[in-house]
């Protein structure tokens, strides 16, 4: 017999990109021990991201990750916020918020107003 699933509609604001890779965080506000962490990124849009984590992060705390640089040589640092973060199989899954004013400077923009809409 088929199962008949329901899924309720998208409420995230920008649609998300499926797409793992290894980055480099920096936690600004450690909890104690070292400050690096690498995280497998699993999923990006325009306001965040989600990440796989090897050690629990609080919600609020601030991370810096380094990126590569999007049609260039070398890397950029975004800043996010930890909204979110639950313990899995594969380790803490958490799901970070970009600060607009960084994103907005990555991807080049000097205004901030790009990121409203």
Sequence with gaps: MATIRYYPPERRRYPRTQLRMMLH???????????QNTLEMVDISRGGMGV???RWLYRG???ALSIPAY???GRKTIFATVVRCQKTNEGYRAGLQFDPTAIAA??????????AA
Excluded: E, F, N, Y
């Excluded at 965080?25 to 400050?35: A, C, F, K, T």
């Design 25 to 35: 965080g920096i936690r600004l506000d450690p909890d104690g021990g070292d400050v």
């Design 71 to 73: 049609g260039q040589k």
């Design 106 to 115: 990555a991807l080049g923009d000097t205004s901030t107003t790009a990121l």
């Design 61 to 63: 705390q601030k991370i």
């Design 52 to 54: 796989i984590s090897d």
